[in-house]
């Protein structure tokens, strides 16, 4: 398939994008630190323009960047679902 040497670095560096935003969001439970959260966000927005510059140039083979989306996309999740849990007041916080 043409084309697919030249979309491996970007899964590569997708899957560990990714690795990066959950690792950083397991060590801001434990260091609750504003730079481990800026270093978490930095690599999200990294993370989301490398998989829209992928699919925007490989189409539906960009795809496979995807991959790693769950690892990265884990901490927005926690977030949005514990402030709809606290906005129906469900916080125990």
Do not use: E
């Not at 270093?39 to 992928?54: D, I, K, P, R, S």
């Amino acid at each position: 398939m043409p084309g697919t040497k030249k979309l491996r670095p970007y899964v590569v560096q997708s899957v560990l994008l990714a690795l990066g935003c959950f690792l950083s969001s397991v060590m801001n439970d434990f260091a609750q630190s504003p730079i481990t959260f800026l270093f978490m966000v930095a690599l999200l927005c990294y993370w989301l323009y490398l998989c829209g510059n992928a699919v925007y140039q490989y189409r539906w083979r960009g795809m496979w960047v995807l991959l790693g989306a769950p690892f990265a996309l884990a901490w927005p999740y926690q977030i949005v679902h514990h402030l709809v849990r606290c906005y129906h007041s469900f916080c125990i916080d």
